[in-house]
């Protein structure tokens, strides 16, 4: 089957070491993305929320808006409000449910009732507080809103900062399938505050650090080689390691988007195991399986898929298991319809946006630290899918 992408070369290694007592972390480190005039930094450091220096140079507005939701606004709504409160007349808030499930119509309509409802013009900032589910509702709230207002993305998870926050890709789901309708939009800062992750629950942790577990086989097998090393420290909570991990992942990936925004090609190297996680998410209902979780096993079935296509080693994919593991994720996919689980999960990834004409497109790993999309046979698909579900 033809493969339709071609391999990355790994990007400059900044600062990399093998452990975190060599690390030398600067107190904010910034990570530049390059797109023309929608170039943006994404600032990285810990207590960045109540350092004025992070909130300099806004876009100049009457209003802003935080959007956050009911989990994190009794945690960072106050001192995100104090930090900017100078930067405009008036800083409203509004607070969504939260989980996975509330990604949808309903509750994005309701960042428009509060924006409308309070006459906020076509200036008006939106800070998205919270993790990937508030950073994409808010994107796509902020790229329809009066056709468009700037937003500033301040993830509070770990996959929030290595990933979701970085890149304008913003959407809510569909019962039918995953970020189905959304859009492409940039904010125009981010800003990381690894102080907010001391509040986040371990099973949001190693949810967050499937995406990072992710950066090493596709593009950078020294990151993996590091992670491996530093996987107890990370699972800790060690600052400086976290430090390290949110700062490598966001190289990577403004490497990649830096190269092709709009995911004409390169960019679906970063949806290494989504093809499987989404069909995970969308087949059990949303929430049931956090994003990170159902990743985390996907990059399981599509490094077994590599592997009987022929492009890695079984080695390989038991490493990735073994890391996968040891990050408190699971590595076997659910058994969603007993009567025909392959045939379930096929129907889903015929779904997915990489699919071409009902051909599904995986992300496979094309040695170590390289990655391609390709089809595959279906029955090959079926036999992955049997050998990795419980
Ligand atoms: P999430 O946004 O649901 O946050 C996880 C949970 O942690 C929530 O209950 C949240 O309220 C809570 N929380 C957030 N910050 C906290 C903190 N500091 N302390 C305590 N609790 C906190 O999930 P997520 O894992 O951050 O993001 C997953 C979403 O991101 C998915 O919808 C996925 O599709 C999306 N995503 C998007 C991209 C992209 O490029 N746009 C990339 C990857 C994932
Ligand atoms: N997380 C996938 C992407 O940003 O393209």
Redesign the pocket.
């Known amino acids: 089957l033809p493969c339709v992408q071609t391999s990355p070369q790994t990007p400059t290694l900044g600062g990399m070491s093998e452990t975190t007592s060599s690390f030398q972390t600067a107190p904010v480190q910034t990570v530049a993305i390059s797109l023309d005039d929608r170039s943006y930094d994404i600032h990285i450091g810990q207590g960045l929320l109540s350092r004025p220096a992070t909130w300099a140079q806004l876009p100049k507005a009457q209003t802003a808006m935080i959007v956050t939701?009911d989990?994190?606004a009794p945690?960072y709504e106050a001192a995100l409000r104090q930090a900017i409160a100078g930067h405009f007349k008036q800083v409203h808030t509004v607070v969504l449910p939260?989980?996975?499930a509330h990604?949808d119509w309903q509750t994005l309509n309701l960042i428009f009732d509060a924006l409308l409802s309070r006459g906020c013009d076509r200036k008006t900032v939106l800070f998205a507080l919270?993790?990937?589910?508030?950073g994409?509702m808010t994107g796509f709230a902020a790229a329809s809103y009066m056709r468009g207002v700037p937003f500033v993305q301040v993830p509070?998870?770990l996959?929030?900062q290595v990933?979701?926050s970085v890149?304008g890709?913003?959407a809510i789901n569909h019962p039918l399938g995953?970020?189905m309708i959304g859009a492409f939009y940039q904010p125009v800062r981010v800003v990381c505050d690894l102080n907010?992750?001391t509040?986040?629950?371990q099973r949001?942790l190693s949810?967050?650090l499937a995406?990072v577990i992710k950066y090493g086989p596709i593009a950078d097998m020294a990151f993996l080689q590091w992670i491996e090393a530093n996987i107890d420290a990370l699972m800790g909570q060690d600052p400086q390691a976290l430090a390290h991990a949110v700062k490598r992942s966001c190289e990577i990936k403004a490497w990649v988007v830096g190269q092709d925004e709009r995911e004409a090609g390169l960019r679906a190297i970063l949806n290494f195991g989504h093809t499987f996680g989404h069909a995970i998410e969308a087949g059990l209902g949303f929430g049931v399986w956090?994003?990170?979780e159902a990743v985390g096993c996907g990059m399981v079935m599509a490094a077994e898929l590599s592997h009987r296509l022929g492009r890695v080693d079984a080695a390989f994919v038991a490493r990735l298991r073994a890391l996968i593991t040891r990050a408190g994720l699971p590595v076997r996919g659910p058994v969603i319809d007993a009567s025909d689980n392959a045939g379930h999960y096929i129907a889903h990834m015929r779904l997915d946006k990489k699919a071409v004409g009902g051909d599904i497109q995986f992300v496979v790993i094309d040695g170590p630290g390289k990655a391609q999309v390709c089809g595959a046979p279906d029955s090959m698909v079926r036999d992955v899918i049997d050998a990795c579900c419980a």
């Open positions: 939701n989990t994190i945690l939260d989980g996975e990604k919270g993790g990937g589910v508030i994409d509070t998870t996959l929030s990933d979701s890149g890709k913003t995953k970020n907010t992750l509040t986040l629950p949001e949810a967050g995406e956090l994003h990170g």
